[in-house]
């Protein structure tokens, strides 16, 4: 445990100093899919689907929606990750069952599909790398595959690899085995002034964002100034840590690193200020 620590805050120190994109060790374990969920509200899934649905039950793997109203047909949608590992483990379980017709769900993925048996359809996609979820309760091909639509992976931009598009911008996540937990590096496609010479110049690439430390028992973060409260020091330089608060979530913690950063000014000349960037967070299960 000891060993993990150290190496985690060391990791952390260094990470704007050296920002190369980090991989696992050969033959190291394949990361754990991401198999938690966040739960639309029932507002948006009565919207996609057409039910009226006025509660929600969640778990960190499901989404149970149900109509409380007595005069009205009861309905009930669900959402769960399945023990299958791939689209094609769970499509041939699928297509051993009598009386089932299978079809196509590409707006979810190519290997996407819902099936249906006297009742409703029932969709099959990759919510996340390796993890398969599956929703059930929507009559309707059409309007089951929007109500799928809705589910993304808990704080998706950090914790699952790939490149994807979240607020107008471009993200790109990689992800390895760290130690006892996994961790992830996010990047974003950014302007960035750099050095030139004598002056700077703008240039356009990927961009260090943060790490994410994904959830781990806190008992493993003892003692680490990444998982405590308060301003510290490591490598010259001043670091901050919040915990379970408005801002990291419950359950969560994040670090700033005060540093300097050179932005173009209204009036097009270089600014320089100094204050807290955002460098990484530790997630607890």
């Not at 778990?59 to 109509?67: F, G, H, K, P, Q």
């Not at 973060?221 to 379970?244: H, I, K, M, S």
Request: glycine share 6%.
């Amino acid at each position: 445990m000891y060993v993990l620590r150290k190496a985690l805050a060391v990791a952390a120190a260094l990470t704007l100093a050296a920002p190369a994109v980090a991989h696992a060790d050969e033959g190291a374990a394949p990361v754990t899919p991401m198999r938690r969920i966040s739960c639309p509200t029932a507002e948006q899934v009565s919207a996609a689907s057409g039910y009226d649905l006025t509660s929600l039950t969640a778990t960190r793997t499901s989404c149970w929606y149900e109509s409380a109203s007595a005069q009205s047909l009861r309905q009930r949608v669900e959402f769960t990750y399945t023990k299958d590992a791939t689209l094609t483990a769970a499509r041939a379980r699928v297509e051993a069952w009598k009386d089932a017709t299978v079809r196509a769900a590409e707006a979810l993925g190519a290997d996407a599909f819902s099936w249906e048996s006297a009742g409703p359809a029932n969709i099959y996609w990759e919510v996340s790398p390796g993890a398969v979820g599956t929703l059930s309760g929507v009559d309707d091909h059409a309007r089951a595959v929007a109500t799928a639509q809705l589910f993304r992976p808990q704080m998706e931009v950090y914790t699952v690899p790939g490149e994807r598009t979240v607020g107008g911008r471009l993200w790109r996540t990689t992800c390895e085995p760290y130690s006892e937990t996994t961790r992830c590096r996010t990047e974003i496609w950014a302007h960035t002034v750099v050095p030139d010479g004598n002056s700077f110049r703008r240039q356009a690439g990927w961009t260090f964002n943060s790490l994410t430390y994904l959830w781990s028992k806190r008992a493993l973060w003892a003692d680490n100034p990444l998982a405590t409260d308060g301003t510290w020091r490591a490598d010259g330089r001043v670091w901050r840590t919040e915990c379970d608060t408005a801002v990291t979530g419950r359950g969560a913690c994040r670090t700033w690193l005060r540093q300097p950063t050179v932005e173009v000014g209204p009036d097009g000349q270089l600014v320089t200020t100094t204050g807290w960037v955002f460098n990484n967070q530790v997630l607890f299960s």
